[in-house]
């Protein structure tokens, strides 16, 4: 069965410094893995994506990501956060059979200054 | 370009009743899924419709369904509403079926009194 883990519930970080999210799934084929990022009350941005080809994929916003079929991974990285980049973040897989996504249960980020 | 845009954006039922929410998908997006977002569950896929037809459908009870209009537009419906069902709705439109990026709306607020 498909599914996501995002083991960290909450991280603090101070503004200027370096950031990695985590995210493990589990998935039968070939996964389609997707990163969004919700602020409150609004809906979720697409950050990236990966589909195949280069393990390491560029986002918007300055995030990047790498997969790591080996390790059933597809974390989140960051080189120097800002503080607007207090969201909460969510790692997902899509099914291939269809606009179908299995989310990760979150990660919240607060920055300090 | 305009997003995906819900109606309404909040929304409070009493127990019992039924409501119905509504969905604009991008323009020229056919598909058209929706996810509900608990703080307990996090983001749980309803069901995902395409050109119409229902393509997949998650674990929901009966009282949760859905229809997609001939022009993407499409609606859900919860009957006899219950105090669980308080939540943030959410709807996603994609370009085709099969794994791609989604994009997501910024939600309907349902609370259930």
């Known amino acids: 069965a498909q599914s996501v883990t995002q083991p960290d519930i909450h991280i603090t970080v101070s503004e200027g410094a370096s950031l990695e999210l985590r995210c493990n799934y589990s998935y039968g084929a070939t996964p389609y893995l997707f990163w969004y990022v919700q602020s409150p009350g609004q809906g979720l941005q697409l950050l990236l994506k990966y589909f195949s080809g280069d393990t390491l994929v560029q986002g918007i916003k300055g995030f990047e990501a790498e997969f790591k079929r080996s390790q059933s991974s597809f974390n989140l990285r960051k080189p120097s956060v800002h503080w607007s980049d207090a969201a909460e973040y969510f790692c997902?897989?899509?099914?291939?059979?269809?606009?179908?996504?299995?989310f990760g249960t979150g990660t919240s980020l607060t920055v300090i200054p | 370009k305009a997003g995906v845009t819900q109606t309404p954006r909040y929304l409070i039922k009493t127990r019992g009743q039924q409501v119905t929410l509504s969905c604009s998908p991008i323009?020229?997006?056919?598909?058209v899924s929706w996810y509900q977002q608990t703080p307990g569950q996090g983001l749980q896929f309803l069901f995902e419709?395409?050109?119409?037809?229902?393509?997949n459908k998650g674990n929901f009870p009966g009282r949760f369904s859905g229809r997609q209009f001939s022009n993407s537009r499409s609606e859900m419906n919860v009957s006899t509403l219950e105090l669980g069902d308080s939540a943030l709705y959410l709807c996603?439109?994609?370009?085709?079926?099969?794994?791609?990026?989604?994009?997501f709306g910024q939600g309907t607020r349902l609370t259930v009194v």
């Open positions: 997902a897989v899509g099914a291939d059979t269809g606009n179908q996504f299995y």
């Open positions: 323009s020229g997006h056919r598909s």
């Open positions: 996603a439109s994609s370009t085709q079926t099969g794994a791609t990026e989604a994009f």
């Open positions: 419709y395409f050109s119409e037809t229902q393509r």
